[in-house]
C-alpha cells in the first residue's frame, strides 16, 4: 500500500477572480490532481485560498510545485 501524504496551505489572491475564473482555475486543479492521484480540497473566500491535498508523496510534490509557480 502506498504512504499517504498530506499537505495545507493558505495563499492570497493578487487580484480579484471572477466565477469563471475560479471554475477555470478548479477544472486546472482537478485534472492535475487526478494525474497525480492527489485529493482535497479547496476553498476560496473573499481573496483567499486554503487548500487540503492528500496522495502519494511525488504526486503532492508535483502539484504543489505548479502551485508555488502560480
Excluded: C, W
Excluded at 466565477?19 to 486546472?28: C, K, Q, T, V, Y
Excluded at 492528500?54 to 504526486?59: D, F, K
Amino acid at each position: 500500500m502506498t504512504e499517504l501524504h498530506a499537505l495545507v496551505y493558505v495563499s492570497t489572491a493578487t487580484r480579484s477572480l471572477s466565477e469563471s475564473e475560479l471554475n477555470h482555475l478548479l477544472d486546472r486543479a482537478r485534472t492535475r490532481n487526478s494525474q497525480e492521484s492527489v485529493t482535497g480540497v479547496l476553498l476560496y473566500s473573499h481573496g483567499n485560498f486554503i487548500q487540503y491535498l492528500e496522495g502519494p508523496q511525488a504526486g503532492i510534490e508535483k502539484v504543489y510545485a505548479v502551485i508555488r509557480a502560480d
